[in-house]
């Protein structure tokens, strides 16, 4: 089982910063094969903001159109913790973000990681509110 922790959410004005963090704990290593960012505003469902592979020889990553060049994804060397790096930043970015592990091995081709049903694990989130 693997736990994740989100951390890094806050208030911040139009076309500012946030780095969110998402620890992670567990048999994680051999159990994960990507960590995803989603998100979900007040009525809306939960969407598909980043993920990367969890994979000694593949980091890939892959990010939604509506942040794609202003959010990044990345991990750190000690592989706990994942992070999402968030810049010029708009009020519809308002939401509360999750971080999430999936236990399904990738297939050439697919964009299984953008979708919020093939992750098993999820981390309590954190809310990104952003001010016009």
């Known amino acids: 089982q693997v736990q994740l922790v989100e951390s890094g959410g806050g208030l911040v004005q139009a076309g500012g910063s946030l780095r969110l963090s998402c620890a992670t704990s567990g048999r994680t290593f051999s159990s994960t094969y990507a960590i995803g960012w989603f998100r979900q505003a007040p009525g809306k469902e939960r969407e598909f903001v980043a993920s990367?592979?969890?994979?000694?020889?593949?980091?890939?990553?892959d990010y939604s159109d509506s942040v794609k060049g202003r959010f990044t994804i990345s991990r750190n060397n000690a592989w706990n913790t994942v992070y999402l790096q968030m810049n010029s930043l708009k009020p519809e970015d308002t939401a509360v973000y999750y971080c999430?592990?999936?236990?399904?091995?990738?297939?050439?081709?697919?964009?299984?990681?953008?979708?919020?049903?093939?992750?098993?694990?999820w981390g309590q989130g954190t809310q990104v509110t952003v001010s016009s």
């Open positions: 990367i592979r969890w994979s000694w020889s593949d980091a890939s990553t």
């Open positions: 999430a592990a999936s236990s399904l091995p990738p297939i050439s081709g697919s964009k299984r990681y953008n979708d919020p049903r093939n992750f098993g694990s």
